[in-house]
């Protein structure tokens, strides 16, 4: 068996290659292009007896940087494994000094040490990349689309009046062509998600549910990489940064539950967006809300359950394969 560490830039990869017992065979620094990896590969074949299915790489996502070296890797069929950088970084313990040599082989030795945990990249992982990356270019968009609002609202009232004229112009231009693009992008995710059999069920599904439109459900296929992973309400809770945590220590800290700052924020924003209207009281999770806030509940708080109960919901129409359906009201 062989490790295959990958640190990743953008103009280049190291590569160590560790032998069963964690012995570094060879460092190595190729462009990251899929011809250079290829040759690579193919020249370990033949010096290093390199097998591909007695294979493991494993590598950090860094991004579209990363994207070539997993495309290459899933093609000539060696197991790769795109491991969190904190969850690496956690489990390195005590660490001096840094490189990109010595980070490719402390990455190749934590796919030896912890290969029980390794979650392999597959074609369907790659289709679930490229809707990742399409949300994301459509969170940069409408983010630049509410900057340039900001502008026109906040500082260009101050400027002299042809300048404001100038700015004003420019700013309206990119506010109506990032209106435009996001229409494209989500007409692209759409398509995407449509031309998967497993994720246009998931997606007819998730519509089915209360509060949950073609956004938030676009994200949450995307963050649970079509429900292969935080498939309980509330992981994907914490995922989402909605769950609060206990914080106590002893008998001094007795702090109140809040939730983590380590989350999905777009996510998050996404969920919260969708659960705004909750509070006009329609449909059960109004109803709830609403007897929640008259019972004296913090709003916010109520608001948070809101968001919990959409994500319970969402994994258990997927668990169960059918459409939500709202309970019957209680006859009298």
Not at 263 to 279: P, Q
């Amino acid at each position: 068996m062989n490790y295959i560490g990958i640190d990743v830039s953008k103009a280049k990869l190291d590569m160590a290659l560790l032998d069963g017992k964690g012995r570094l065979l060879e460092h190595v620094v190729v462009r990251n292009t899929a011809q250079a990896i290829t040759g690579r590969l193919r020249r370990w074949e033949r010096e290093q007896g390199l097998l591909p299915y007695e294979c493991l790489a494993c590598l950090e996502p860094t991004g579209s940087y990363s994207d070539t070296a997993l495309r290459t890797f899933v093609g000539v069929d060696i197991p790769t494994w795109r491991a969190h950088p904190l969850e690496i970084k956690r489990r390195m313990g005590m660490v001096r000094g840094k490189s990109d040599k010595v980070d490719a082989l402390r990455i190749a030795d934590y796919a030896m040490r912890y290969q029980d945990r390794k979650r392999l990249v597959t074609a369907d992982t790659l289709a679930v990349m490229e809707l990742k990356q399409l949300l994301a270019f459509r969170w940069r968009v409408v983010v630049d689309q509410g900057r340039h609002k900001g502008y026109r609202t906040e500082i260009y009232p101050g400027l002299h009046k042809d300048l404001a004229k100038f700015c004003n112009a420019y700013s309206q231009g990119r506010i109506k062509q990032a209106k435009a693009m996001v229409a494209q992008a989500d007409r692209r995710i759409r398509e995407l998600i449509l031309s998967d059999p497993t994720m246009k069920r998931q997606y007819e599904l998730l519509l089915s549910v209360e509060r949950i439109g073609p956004l938030l459900a676009a994200h949450l296929i995307a963050a649970t990489e079509r429900f292969t992973r935080m498939r309980e309400g509330r992981k994907l809770g914490c995922h989402a940064g909605v769950v609060p945590h206990e914080h106590s220590s002893g008998s001094s800290l007795r702090g109140r539950p809040r939730v983590s700052h380590q989350a999905d924020k777009n996510l998050k924003s996404v969920l919260h967006m969708a659960v705004l209207g909750v509070a006009q009281g329609h449909g059960e999770l109004g109803a709830y809300y609403t007897r929640k806030v008259a019972e004296g509940k913090n709003p916010m708080s109520v608001l948070n359950a809101v968001r919990n109960k959409v994500l319970h919901r969402a994994c258990a129409v997927i668990k169960r394969g059918t459409p939500y359906q709202e309970k019957e009201p209680l006859s009298t």
